[in-house]
């Protein structure tokens, strides 16, 4: 069972920076991609950033130009960079990844416990 563990939520003010890392037990490269969710109390997750097997990047337009998805394939960890954070993206923050195919029906999707991060004065 592939298990995702999140690291470095927090606290932090308004305009300032987060780097949240996502640990992977298995080589992420045989992932079909992986990504960040956030979710609000009481809201429904939203996909936030997305990296493919390839190394694309794709970003929710309420973050695009702040937040930045890489990845370190020697460490088996996806990283989100956070800054310009705002009130508003205060959230639970969760990482995820796809392994197998969706045409054979073999598609798997894992999910990290996730890390809070409250953007706050």
């Known amino acids: 069972q592939v298990q995702l563990v999140e690291t470095g939520g927090g606290l932090v003010q308004p305009g300032g920076s987060l780097r949240l890392s996502c640990a992977a037990s298995?080589?992420?490269?045989?992932?079909?991609?992986m990504g960040w969710y956030r979710q609000v109390l009481g809201q429904q997750r939203e996909l936030i950033a997305t990296?493919?097997?390839?190394?694309?990047?794709i970003y929710a337009d309420s973050v695009k130009g702040r937040f930045n998805i890489s990845r370190d394939t020697a460490k088996n960890t996806v990283y989100l960079q956070m800054n310009s954070l705002k009130p508003e993206d205060t959230a639970v923050y969760y990482c995820?990844?796809?392994?197998?195919?969706?045409?054979?029906?073999?598609?798997?999707?894992?999910w990290g416990q996730g890390t809070q991060v409250t953007v706050s004065s």
């Open positions: 990296i493919t097997w390839v190394g694309r990047t």
């Open positions: 298995e080589n992420i490269l045989s992932f079909n991609d």
């Open positions: 995820t990844a796809h392994q197998g195919s969706d045409y054979y029906g073999t598609l798997q999707e894992y």
